[in-house]
């Protein structure tokens, strides 16, 4: 029976998880069997070039040696003991990743958005209890074309009506304002602020990067006015930018780091806040919490991806090979693509609207053997894997020019 369901082709797994996996998902229809550094195989045996990286998740690549070891390892002796417990592999992750961060104190968490939404517990309640503001006035502003995450607070204070449609009511407390513009958060501030909340590159919206100088305008600001930056780096944090955070790129250290995708290797989900006592310490015993938050496996892989980034190879190669990669897409500006966004190894490209949509550009790269995701229709994300060669992202460069090549040639579409 085994030997069946093993030898199903990609057409019928996809056909057999369609009927019964929630459609909250349109993947592209490869159906992955193992995966190794930059390239996965799907059941069939075809190989294909991941420059996706699970949205960064993967920075690392896929099954990279030294966090599948670290995680062997640690599957063998203990994997959970909830936090009703203390483990032995608790105090070196919470220490390195502080450490990592120039702050004093981590909170582990699971998912990305568990990070935002414990950010945003904290900050509440430094507010109230620091800060002095009122009981249940506390406001966070956020930026327009914001992406941290699913949950029902967060989605509340998106501005994308995919996300948001027929989930309300959502949670009051929140001030939206345009991305990249640091005198509109500064308008948004009163007595009752308690943070401004920002992706320091906005990742889903397509790759924005906000003006040089904004981050920097609004650390300002917000140390002006007694409130606290929150930076949600789960998607630009450790190395895609080529730097650690990229809140580096402008000398910005916020008073939250909110971390998670990369943290985890691509192994298992772990997220994070880091902050100082001063902020992440108004939180006490019973006040917060999860069963996963911290578990010996999470803590052990997220040592071996501190491992990674002490040494500094993921930001230095993120850096190196971003200036290949950008150097290349903007030679196709005016050749299919209308605009091209870059930082470090993380690129936002436009497809001119008269090839067809992002979405029909990623099929007919994954035809090819390249697999890139679309976001907000004109969009194509790519976000290899830090460990990819020069020569595989030349590749999936050459893949996405001749894409968009035939695309322009009408009868060949
Ligand atoms: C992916 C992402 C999240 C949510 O992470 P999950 O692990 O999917 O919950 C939050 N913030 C940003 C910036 C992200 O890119």
Not at 375 to 403: C, F
Request: aromatic share 6%; charged share 20%.
């Amino acid at each position: 029976m085994t030997g069946v369901l093993a030898r199903r082709t990609a057409a019928e797994h996809l056909v057999a998880a369609d009927a019964h996996s929630a459609h909250n998902y349109a993947p592209l229809p490869v159906v992955a069997a193992s995966a190794q550094g930059a390239w996965i195989t799907d059941v069939d045996g075809r190989r294909y070039l991941d420059v996706l990286s699970a949205y960064s998740a993967l920075n690392f690549g896929h099954s990279h040696p030294h966090l599948l070891a670290a995680a062997h390892d640690q599957l063998d002796r203990v994997t959970l003991v909830s936090r009703a417990f203390q483990h032995d592999r608790m105090a070196e992750f919470c220490s390195r990743l502080a450490a990592l961060c120039g702050k004093e104190l981590v909170l582990p968490m699971n998912t990305g958005a568990e990070a935002v939404e414990s950010g945003i517990k904290v900050a509440r309640r430094w507010g109230y209890r620091v800060k002095g503001v009122a009981p249940d006035r506390a406001a966070i502003t956020v930026a327009a074309g914001n992406f941290h995450g699913r949950t029902t607070t967060i989605v509340g204070f998106s501005d994308d009506p995919s996300a948001r449609d027929g989930f309300g009511p959502f949670a009051p407390g929140f001030r939206m304002v345009p991305f990249g513009d640091a005198e509109a958060v500064r308008a948004s501030l009163d007595a009752d602020s308690v943070a401004v909340l920002l992706e320091p590159v906005q990742g889903e919206a397509g790759v924005v990067v906000p003006p040089a100088g904004y981050l920097a305008e609004v650390r300002r600001i917000c140390d002006e006015a007694g409130v606290l930056l929150v930076a949600d780096e789960v998607q630009s944090g450790l190395g895609r930018t080529g730097r650690t955070f990229a809140c580096e790129h402008e000398g910005v250290v916020p008073d939250l780091y909110l971390l998670g995708k990369a943290l985890g290797g691509g192994v298992v989900p772990v997220s994070a806040v880091v902050g100082d006592a001063d902020v992440l310490g108004v939180l006490d015993p019973g006040s917060h919490g999860s069963t996963f938050g911290g578990n010996p496996l999470a803590c052990a892989v997220g040592c071996a991806v501190l491992d990674l980034l002490e040494a500094g190879w993921p930001q230095r190669r993120a850096a190196e090979l971003g200036e290949r990669l950008a150097a290349r897409l903007e030679a196709l500006v005016g050749h299919g693509l209308t605009a091209v966004r870059t930082t470090g190894l993380w690129a936002g490209v436009d497809v001119d609207p008269a090839l067809g949509t992002a979405r029909e550009v990623c099929k007919d790269m994954m035809a090819r053997g390249v697999l890139a995701k679309d976001t907000h229709g004109a969009t194509v994300r790519l976000a290899p894997p830090l460990v990819i060669s020069e020569e595989d992202l030349d590749h999936a460069v050459d893949v996405l020019a001749e894409v968009l090549r035939l695309r322009s040639v009408p009868a060949q579409r």
